[in-house]
């Protein structure tokens, strides 16, 4: 999918999930996110944002999920 929180469809980045079965109560999310030369100079900047960023957001997604 593409990914552009907040900014221009123009300078989106792309993202690709996929989750894999490990057994009966384990599954292995690959997150990729790839596409940074579409944010121009700030690309690598912003990627390395990213580095520590989505492991906040996931966090938030487990924490949801252990609520239900």
Known sequence: MTWHPGQDAASATLLQVAFDVIDASHTRLTLTH???????????????????????????????????
Request: charged fraction near 30%; glycine fraction near 18%; aromatic fraction near 12%.
């Open 34 to 68: 790839d596409g940074w030369e579409a944010r121009g100079e700030q690309g690598p900047q912003i990627r390395n944002n990213y580095e520590g960023g989505w492991v906040e957001v996931l966090k938030g997604f487990v924490e949801a999920l252990q609520r239900c």
